[in-house]
């Protein structure tokens, strides 16, 4: 089997940094909330909920260090579908809030670790899934019966 196919994967340390560094440059995120609010709620319960969350949300992302940088756009309302399914649910429906947000400075301490034997010393920094897998302690897949 070549080593470009199959259960290997490449995992690439300096392609990671590079899309980190990029994400950098670029301060604003986009990000959608959903509000599901019962079919038959009426503006005034609708407004009120979607104060209540947007309050929250915009909080959340204040806390990551984001600040809201545009007007809520509404998109709504949808029926409301189940992930698993996509099967609507009665009685409900949802609306998608989008904002765009700036990011400020964080107040969490953030560390990101990898595992050191998940990163080879290697220069191609290649590693197969059997191996990932082992230093993860995820189960092992088994062989297929013929």
């Not at 984001?66 to 698993?84: A, H, K, V």
Request: cysteine-free.
């Amino acid at each position: 089997m070549d080593d470009k196919q199959g259960p290997d994967f490449l995992l690439d340390t300096a392609k990671i940094q590079a899309s980190l560094d990029k994400r950098k440059e670029s301060s604003l995120r986009a990000s959608t909330m959903q509000l599901r609010v019962p079919s038959d709620a009426t503006p005034a319960q609708i407004e009120q909920a979607a104060q209540e969350a947007i309050g929250k949300w915009v909080n959340w992302m204040s806390k990551d260090g984001y600040e809201l940088r545009s007007d809520m756009q509404w998109n709504g309302p949808l029926p409301l579908r189940d992930d698993r399914t996509g099967a609507v649910i009665l009685g409900q429906k949802t609306y998608h809030i989008k904002a765009t947000f700036q990011y400020m400075k964080s107040t969490n301490p953030v560390r990101i670790e990898l595992n050191p034997a998940v990163v080879k010393r290697d220069p191609e920094h290649r590693l197969t899934l059997h191996e990932a897998r082992k230093a993860w302690g995820l189960p092992l897949p088994q062989p297929r019966r013929k």
